[in-house]
Nanobody, 116 residues
Framework: VQLQASGGGLVQSGGSLKLSCAAS????????MGWYRQAPGKQRELVAV???????YFADYVKVRFTISRDNAEKTASLQMTNLTPEDTAVYFC???????????WGKGTLVTVSS
């Protein structure tokens, strides 16, 4: 599966952004979809996951502020981010994990910069 993330940009603290991940090449509904981020000098960390069945998980530091959704017909997964802070500044990556095999795929990241 190929993934293409988009929607990053520069936003002021307290603002919102919506990231989108477009998938192609496989049966989208058979993948758990996730968003990860990597800030400068830090390790990549999990932000949110939506399973193939629609269950969601959020890292503590984004709960309430972020929501994740998917559209299996459109083969897209989205991350709606609100009340952004400078600590949210990072490159955000889209991830797909096969329900059947556990194999993971990554898209190129999209940069989110939150100014104070």
């Amino acid at each position: 599966v190929q993934l293409q993330a988009s929607g990053g940009g520069l936003v002021q603290s307290g603002g919102s952004l919506k990231l989108s991940c477009a998938a192609s090449g496989s049966i989208f509904s058979l993948y758990h979809m996730g968003w990860y981020r990597q800030a400068p000098g830090k390790q990549r960390e999990l932000v949110a996951v939506i399973t193939s069945g629609g269950s969601t998980y959020f890292a503590d530091y984004v709960k309430v502020r972020f929501t994740i959704s998917r559209d299996n017909a459109e083969k897209t997964a989205s991350l709606q981010m609100t009340n952004l802070t400078p600590e949210d500044t990072a490159v955000y990556f889209c991830n797909a994990k096969s329900v059947r095999t556990g194999i993971e795929f990554w898209g190129k990241g999209t940069l989110v910069t939150v100014s104070s």
